[in-house]
């Protein structure tokens, strides 16, 4: 398995350009399954969920093709298959969303549960019961999900128990082509929920938000695939501004226009950084020591956002006082404290409260990368640490984070990849 060899101790300098958004392009390649012709997407981040989903479309019966490092073009001259094998199912946690999608084109779909992962139990009551209420008949047995709407999909009132982002695209794909409308009540309202939205209308979808965030989808009879640039990844932008932030550097981040960011600046500017955002770039610049947030409430969007849970955590692991930490989203997102805990913070869990205690140093070790984010904290944990930090594990990276290792060599950090 691939590591990581990070060597501590440079400052984070320089200019990087921002990659396209996982969350964004993720949906947005399963919406494809629902257009007719060909799907040109731009600005579309190299990662290895890209190609788990890109491989689940042909599996459907699309075509994929590489046009340029960072465009992706899916020809859809129909689906032709409706089950989705586990060995795809498990590739990538958020497969779920070709369900919506599977079942719209082609009236059943089956597939397995993609099951848990590093962030706990997760369930899919909220996708399957909303998809009940638009008519499809869904059983769920042996860890298998057969789901059928032989009269096709019905437009239907639905309110979530919670805004559920993954459930959220599945009505969406489901309601887009369904009969009649659809009223979604409290929605997620994530900026990649808004670029699928984007990318549904430019192929033809009627969708309406309205001001309480109530989306409405008038059914359609057919959509066109279309040329599409997915916004930038905003928590790709964080964990850059972190790495900056954790060894007292100064970095540019262009290619940001299409994300707020000033939702997630407020954070490093109290932590006592300095932070420029233009139109199309963010500036950021730490020094002096950084200072503990007392409070960090995990929320859905715009609240403080669950994947930078585990970035900004490295970065209070080394700032001066106390922060605590509030994990709200996911049953179980604190497995990276144990290995900031081996490079010599001082972080306590309890429940789904973790109390952070700023300490001067951290030390090279040997640790692990649990998942995505937890794998991200790694990296900037061991950017400010002393001595050679060695990540196992780095697949979980690779899933969310386009050529991390050659972007940080390229602004000062002394990390490489072994296989
Ligand atoms: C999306 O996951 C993102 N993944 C996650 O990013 C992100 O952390 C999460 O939204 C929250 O913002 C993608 O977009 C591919 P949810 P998703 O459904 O859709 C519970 C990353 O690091 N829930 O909003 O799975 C669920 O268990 C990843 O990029 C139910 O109880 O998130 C969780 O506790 C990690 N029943 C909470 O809701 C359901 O039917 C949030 O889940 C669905 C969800």
Do not use: W
């Not at 042909?58 to 060995?87: A, F, M, Q, W, Y």
């Not at 999900?145 to 019905?154: E, M, V, W």
């Not at 309890?350 to 070790?365: C, P, S």
């Not at 794998?375 to 050679?388: D, H, P, V």
Request: glycine residues 10%; charged residues 20%; aromatic residues 6%.
């Amino acid at each position: 398995m691939s590591r990581f060899i990070v060597h501590g101790g440079n400052k984070i300098n320089g200019e990087i350009k921002l990659q396209g958004a996982k969350n964004s392009i993720l949906p947005i390649l399963s919406a494809a399954v629902l257009t007719d012709g060909e799907t040109v997407l731009r600005n579309c981040p190299e990662l290895s969920d890209v190609y788990a989903a890109g491989r689940i479309l042909t599996h459907l019966g699309c075509k994929i093709k590489k046009e340029n490092n960072n465009s992706l073009v899916v020809v859809n001259n129909g689906i032709s298959e409706n089950t989705i094998p586990d060995r795809l199912m498990r590739e990538m946690r958020s497969s779920i969303i070709f369900l919506g999608p599977v079942i719209s084109r082609c009236g059943e779909c089956s597939l397995s549960f993609p099951g848990g992962c590093q962030l706990g139990p997760r369930p899919l009551d909220i996708h399957l019961n909303s998809l009940r209420k638009m008519g499809v008949s869904i059983s769920e047995e042996h860890g298998n999900i057969r789901c059928s709407a032989p009269a096709g999909i019905k437009g239907a009132k639905i309110i979530l128990p919670f805004p559920s982002v993954g459930a959220t695209e599945n009505i969406l794909l489901a309601a887009v082509l369904a009969e009649g409308e659809t009223e979604l009540r409290n929605p997620a309202r994530e900026p990649e929920i808004i670029d699928l939205i984007q990318y549904l209308r430019l192929c033809g979808a009627k969708i309406d938000i309205s001001e309480d965030s109530t989306l409405n989808i008038k059914g359609v009879s057919k959509l066109s695939g279309c040329e599409y640039s997915v916004i930038p990844d905003r928590i790709a932008a964080v964990t850059y501004m972190a790495a900056a932030a954790a060894t007292g550097g100064a970095l540019k981040i262009t290619d940001t226009a299409g994300i707020d960011t000033e939702l997630f600046s407020v954070y490093f500017e109290q932590m006592g950084c300095s932070v420029y955002t233009g139109n199309d770039s963010i500036y950021i610049k730490s020094g002096k020591r950084l200072k503990a947030i007392k409070s960090l409430k995990t929320m859905p969007y715009p609240g403080f956002p669950t994947d930078m849970q585990a970035i900004m955590m490295a970065l209070l692991s080394i700032a001066e006082g106390t922060s605590v930490f509030e994990e709200n989203i996911f049953e179980s997102r604190y497995k990276h404290v144990d290995a900031l805990n081996k490079m010599g913070a001082d972080i306590k869990v309890y429940g789904k409260i973790a109390v952070v205690e700023g300490v001067k140093k951290l030390y090279g070790t040997e640790v692990e990368a649990t998942d995505l984010r937890g794998g991200a904290a790694m990296i900037i944990a061991s950017l400010a640490a002393e001595g050679t930090t060695v990540i196992s594990n780095i697949n979980h990276i690779d899933r969310g984070y386009e050529n991390i290792e050659y972007l940080l060599s390229s602004v000062g950090a002394d990390i490489k990849r072994k296989s």
